[in-house]
């Protein structure tokens, strides 16, 4: 269809000449149901259920331009993923500023309302920085008159549904018109979600490349449509050999495994074989990647060197212990169709927005925290599968589950290829999810007694399966712990947050872990002696917002020395120490130990079994829970412990010890660089005021540029 023939469907001359400019030549099928539909000639809702690739971006999109263009209003684009955060924004910024579009992205920091995010037109954010920002009431919230809701098939994720659910039971309570575009993989149940948000349905299955799923058993690859296909063996591993057909093809693949440990071996099996597949110009620019993957941090560590290694032949692992930044680089590489081979874990899936003419499954079964090994539910594996086949590039696509037995390859051909996916179902209903909600209700007026809560409780999607005072007894538990622990207050009849509990929704954290940390912070208070940088550590890895770290074998024995040696110096009561989660706290807090000891990166990771991407982000969430005990210590006016900890939780930020913390406050100077500027003599700004570019020059790890940067800097 023409573009000038969306007229007919309610699109201006404005909209169709903004598609024109961004590039839109085609309108696929499920765009055009969904103009069909109303989407540019009503103010109704949609949920938009179609596979991966199929256009629903630009369905939303569609609606943006309307709500810019039209109604001169406000887009919220929530999205579950920072990265996926970053990702939306670069698209967005790159084909909408020649349209004079102001697209501003909003992710972290959730001790702030943002003002300045009121200039934009279109506000890219995750889901908890929506809460965040419901929570502190930023005025300009009232101007959003379209959310577009990405991967709204999550809300049934135990983890990050509850937030998305909350955050657009919000804006519909507070704002009754705002219009909804939610954006779902295929799901059985989508007439639920659309009778939740009071939304029109369009349901597809078009594809730009056509998806055949098959099984692969005993060298050869069995299809949906009845074909088969023989598979060279190469190697003594299937999923490789699967892999390699593909490239011989001239395509690429994408195995999906289930944990870290094997996407790296699994990597390194197939490097050799892939490659002997490269062309001499193709090992050029992957010679140029792996230096890329090396320099992307400061210090290089064992899974760097691996990594940058292996994408010497083509190769690369994909996993949550990789450093964004060479996931980056990894993720460019692929789409270019440089590397050849990706293998990722199952758990990232969701983030992956990687085509490839063959994806590879060879885990259906996955660890469950709390359940232990369980098979990978139908909606994922579908969401994995779609991702074969490049739109301009390959003619189908090919998602390959394998199976180690005849009555393997059955069962999986009728749960996954011919089985329908899940039910989306609300995880709200519980104490631990609803703790959180019920205080920010109350903390910005949303809600003055129990029954208005389960009035804001009807606007989410858990009222769609159960009636609100289902949860009756769950409601009256949490306000009971609140009011106990002295975060809501009963006054003229009315519920009111206090300062400690206005302050604790504001942070953004579980009001169970604001509890843990006002009592560490009330004993630190008391203290005169022993009370040092672990004692904080301890306290923010004893909270549910903290991801602490795994328990292997061998930490049992490691432990216990450093519990005995450091007894008097925790905050909390102590357990057993043959106690788990007490162990893993305590593994948690002599990772941030070293970390602001300078310990070496490499040395930490590698010891500890951690990735740098790891790191990173118990780096992040602990200096944020330092921040939170900071806040909270105000609150309480405990002045010992907040004058303590400020300096710790920059020593955490930054990871150093407490001399270098002038230094690494000039911007790009980190760890390394300034325990080098230091060691060189170079101690305090005043002795970079003095030196020359020249005599920085020399100091290791600081270059030309980077002493001229210095000198901007402090003078």
């Not at 190469?234 to 999923?239: K, V």
């Not at 923010?540 to 007894?567: F, N, Q, W």
Request: some cysteine; aromatic content about 8%; overall charge neutral.
């Amino acid at each position: 269809m023409q573009l000038a023939d969306l007229r007919r469907y309610g699109a201006s001359h404005t909209i169709i000449q903004s598609l024109r400019d961004i590039g839109i030549k085609d309108i696929y099928p499920p765009q055009l149901e969904a103009l069909r539909l109303g989407l540019l000639s009503t103010k109704d809702s949609f949920v938009i259920a179609s596979p991966t690739a199929s256009g629903k971006t630009l369905i939303a999109e569609m609606a943006i331009l309307k709500t810019i263009f039209e109604e001169v209003g406000k887009v919220i684009y929530l999205v579950p993923l920072r990265a996926l955060a970053g990702e939306k924004y670069a698209d967005f910024s790159r084909k909408y500023k020649p349209l004079g579009i102001k697209v501003g992205v909003a992710t972290g920091d959730y001790d702030s309302r943002d003002p300045y995010l009121a200039a934009y037109n279109v506000i890219i954010s995750t889901n908890e920085k929506m809460d965040s920002l419901l929570r502190h009431s930023s005025p300009w919230i009232h101007d959003i008159t379209l959310v577009v809701a990405d991967e709204i098939h999550l809300i049934t994720d135990a983890h990050r549904g509850p937030t998305l659910e909350v955050v657009l039971a919000r804006l519909r309570q507070t704002n009754p018109n705002i219009r909804v575009v939610a954006l779902s993989a295929t799901i059985r149940n989508v007439h639920d979600i659309a009778r939740w948000l009071n939304a029109r349905v369009l349901e597809s299955t078009w594809r730009p490349v056509p998806l055949k799923e098959g099984i692969y058993f005993d060298k050869s690859i069995l299809f949906d449509d009845g074909s088969h296909k023989e598979v060279e063996v190469a190697t003594i591993y299937d999923p490789i050999n699967i892999a390699l057909s593909v490239l011989d093809e001239g395509g690429q693949a994408l195995i999906f495994v289930n944990t870290r440990k094997s996407t790296e071996s699994v990597a390194a099996q197939a490097a050799k074989e892939v490659g002997k597949r490269i062309s001499d110009g193709e090992r050029k620019v992957l010679e140029q990647a792996s230096e890329e993957v090396l320099k992307a941090l400061a210090e290089p560590t064992r899974i760097c060197r691996r990594l940058g290694e292996l994408v010497k032949y083509g190769v690369a692992f994909h996993h949550a212990g990789i450093h964004s930044r060479q996931r980056k680089i990894v993720e460019d590489f692929f789409r270019e169709n440089r590397i050849k081979l990706l293998v990722a874990t199952t758990t990232l899936a969701m983030g992956l927005n990687l085509p490839s003419r063959r994806v590879i499954i060879r885990d259906w079964w996955r660890y469950q925290p709390g359940y232990g090994m369980g098979p990978i539910p139908v909606m994922e594996i579908k969401q994995m599968g779609g991702r074969a086949g490049r739109p301009g590039y390959d003619d189908h696509g090919e998602a390959v589950l394998i199976a180690k037995s005849r009555r393997d390859q059955a069962f999986l051909f009728e749960k996954y290829v011919g089985g329908e996916p899940e039910q989306v179902i609300s995880k709200l209903g519980t104490e631990s999810a609803l703790r959180s909600h019920i205080l920010a209700c109350v903390a910005t007026f949303l809600a003055k007694s129990e029954g208005e809560i389960l009035d804001f409780i009807s606007y989410t999607f858990f009222a769609i399966h159960k009636d609100p005072t289902d949860i009756l007894s769950i409601v009256r538990e949490v306000l009971r712990f609140l009011i106990e622990e002295g975060m809501i207050k009963e006054e003229g009849g009315n519920l009111k947050a206090t300062p400690f509990g206005t302050r604790v929704a504001q942070l953004y954290i579980d009001p169970l872990s604001a509890v843990i940390i006002r009592d560490a912070l009330f004993k630190a208070e008391e203290r005169d002696r022993d009370l040092t940088p672990f004692s904080f550590f301890h306290a923010i890895s004893a909270t549910p917002d903290m991801m602490v770290l795994r328990l292997r074998k061998r930490d049992y024995e490691k432990l216990t020395p450093h519990i005995v040696a450091r007894k008097d110096e925790f905050l909390l009561p102590l357990p057993g120490e043959e106690d788990q989660e007490f162990l893993a706290q305590v593994k948690t807090a002599l990772v941030f130990l070293e970390w602001i000891e300078e310990t070496p990166e490499d040395k930490i990771v590698g010891g500890y079994h951690i990735g740098p991407g790891d790191m990173r982000a118990l780096v992040e969430l602990g200096e944020w829970l330092l921040y939170s005990s900071y806040e909270i210590g105000r609150v309480f006016k405990l002045r010992r412990a907040v004058k303590y900890l400020s300096p710790v939780r920059k020593r955490l930020a930054y990871g150093v010890k407490e001399e270098l913390l002038e230094l690494v406050a000039l911007q790009g100077i980190g760890r390394v660089r300034g325990r080098n500027l230091f060691n060189a003599g170079y101690r305090t700004i005043r002795d970079l005021k003095k030196a020359d570019i020249e005599a920085l020059t020399k100091v290791p790890t600081i270059g030309k540029e980077m002493a001229k940067d210095i000198k901007r800097q402090v003078t």
